[in-house]
């Protein structure tokens, strides 16, 4: 499958001077968010096609036929709306596609990865006015509608199937052979789905050890949202070397052992070692 080819490096750098800017707001906005990472990986995506994705989210919510009262009538409006009208869902194929985890390429193609489908929902529904907000669930994202006590969930994966307690445990013990816990429950802030975005990005990429182009973006961007893994540091550092930038991913490698040194020495040793041997591959 032939993934889209990135755009100018002065392009990228503007692209990621907004994302920083927009993950440092003091409401982030998820929409813009994710569109700004489809353009880090999409060369053809222009200010025009950023502005239609965001048209197009607006037209969807003006289609939301009423203002539902309770969490599940909103549940299953979009659900006829986005499921059933439109045929927003996933398929297993989907997992295979880059452009499954790009926002503007999900409104395009209606497929996507669970996580983009529910961006599609919750930017939608909170356009239409809706107490939605982001479940992440183990292996498996979903929408959640109301409070907790009347809590109603959707999963936009299967269309917008509207959720009974026992479908949302079948579906964390299919991912992880644990039972649904509460704590699972909780509203994802913005930028925790954008971190499992890049997150899914960076797993497709360590796939295909060809694309380390996009798994090194991908990483660049997490590292933009604050309070992200020191980890990702390391993995930084680790494509750099893999990418033959050997000094710059050795100094990487080293900054992240002075960080980690204080909680594992052990650890810190391991990597510093590996930063050698980075940089002996210079000679």
């Known amino acids: 499958m032939h993934s889209p080819e990135p755009p100018s490096p002065e392009r990228a750098a503007e692209l990621r001077r907004r994302f920083a800017e927009e993950a440092r707001a003091e409401r982030p906005d998820l929409s813009v968010l994710c569109l700004l990472i489809g353009a880090q990986a999409d060369g053809t995506l222009d200010e025009a096609g950023l502005d239609a994705a965001q048209l197009e989210l607006d037209r969807l919510a003006g289609e939301v036929p009423f203002r539902p009262g309770d969490p599940r009538s909103w549940a299953v409006a979009l659900r006829n709306l986005l499921g059933e009208r439109y045929g927003y869902r996933g398929t297993a194929a989907d997992y295979q596609r880059l452009e499954s985890s790009l926002l503007h390429s999900v409104l395009l193609r209606r497929r996507g990865l669970p996580i983009l489908l529910s961006v599609v929902w919750l930017e939608v529904a909170r356009r239409a006015g809706a107490p939605v907000y982001g479940v992440a669930l183990p292996g498996h994202f979903v929408v ?29 013990v299919g991912a992880t052979g644990a039972p649904l816990e509460p704590s699972m429950l909780v509203p994802a802030a913005p930028l925790e789905v954008v971190l499992r975005v890049l997150n899914n990005i960076r797993a497709w990429a360590a796939a295909r050890p060809e694309r380390s182009d996009v798994a090194l973006w991908a990483v660049e961007l997490a590292l933009l949202v604050p309070s992200h893994p020191a980890r990702l540091r390391y993995e930084r550092g680790q494509l750099l070397v893999q990418r033959g930038a050997f000094v710059t991913g050795a100094e990487e490698m080293e900054e992240y052992a002075q960080l980690v040194e204080v909680v594992d020495e052990g650890l810190a040793d391991r990597v510093r070692t590996e930063a050698l041997a980075a940089r002996a591959l210079m000679n």
Do not use: M, N, T, W
């Open 144 to 172: 959640g509608f109301g409070p907790r006590e009347e809590q109603v969930l959707a999963d936009p994966f299967d269309g917008g199937r509207v959720l009974s307690g026992a479908d949302a445990d079948v579906l964390v």
